[in-house]
């Protein structure tokens, strides 16, 4: 026990010498100055103090000794300030600008990704598109074919892509409702041929009923053809001196139709 005492003892000991090292070698890292690098690097920022040693510079570096002071970094950082003044003013006039446009650019989209033309404009169209799928479906019942139906159904399908991509559409709201507008206006003008068409279709079917219709004409040919031999035999008879009135009187048959 009295062995693990000294032991860790010395172990303890070992270790603060150490670390006592270690500072002292940090300190004097740390702490250790070149008075004349100092010197040097003073000079070449402010153009204060002098160069160390002054012979060393003499004899080795003398032209950069004479104007080492006056080629300090002071004057060119203040000229580099005052060159770069002006364009303050600049970056502010750009940033305003900037800000200006972020704004209409911000009311832009926003008036983009509401669509209030179609709350204005949608109802009359839904109800000029529902007419006008109305009028196709009548095509068949006034005597039209399925292939007609199918083409006014692409009419149909047409105006309802156009109205979805005009809703999904990136655009202004008053660009939206001239499109919702023109829309509008072709639905009516289709409307209004496929109206047109189906008046001819009904016109047409009246036509062939009309047509189509019969009329049983009484058939008269044998009672012409018996009075035509009566009066053939009365005039025979008449011209053999016959009695006329002994023959039959049919002369007086009526025909009506």
């Not at 100055?33 to 002054?54: F, R, S």
């Not at 940033?95 to 911000?106: G, H, P, Q, S």
């Amino acid at each position: 026990m009295r062995k693990y005492i000294i032991y860790l003892k010395s172990m303890t000991f070992l270790l603060g010498l150490i670390v006592t090292i270690q500072v002292k070698a940090q300190s004097y890292v740390t702490y250790n100055h070149d008075e004349a690098k100092m010197n040097q690097i003073t000079v070449q920022e402010i153009g204060a103090g002098c160069l160390t040693p002054d012979l060393y510079y003499w004899a080795f570096h003398n032209s950069y000794r004479n104007s080492a002071a006056s080629k300090n970094k002071l004057t060119y950082r203040a000229l580099a300030g005052v060159s770069a003044y002006p364009q303050v003013e600049d970056a502010d006039s750009i940033e305003a600008a900037l800000t200006k446009r972020a704004e209409i650019e911000a009311l832009n989209i926003a008036d983009r990704q509401i669509d209030i033309a179609w709350l204005a404009e949608g109802s009359k169209i839904t109800d000029k598109l529902n007419a006008f799928q109305t009028n196709i479906n009548r095509i068949v019942g006034a005597g039209g074919s399925i292939h007609d139906k199918n083409r006014w159904n692409d009419y149909y399908h047409i105006f309802q892509c156009a109205i979805k991509a005009t809703q999904d559409a990136y655009m202004p709201n008053a660009q939206r409702k001239k499109e919702y507008l023109a829309i509008y206006a072709d639905i009516t003008k289709q409307n209004e041929t496929l109206i047109a068409y189906l008046v001819q279709l009904n016109k047409k079917a009246k036509t062939a009923d009309l047509l189509s219709a019969t009329y049983n004409k009484p058939d008269h040919r044998a009672a012409i053809a018996t009075a035509a031999h009566n009066r053939w035999r009365d005039a025979g008879w008449g011209n053999n001196g016959g009695n006329s009135n002994s023959g039959s009187n049919t002369n007086g048959i009526i025909i009506q139709e």
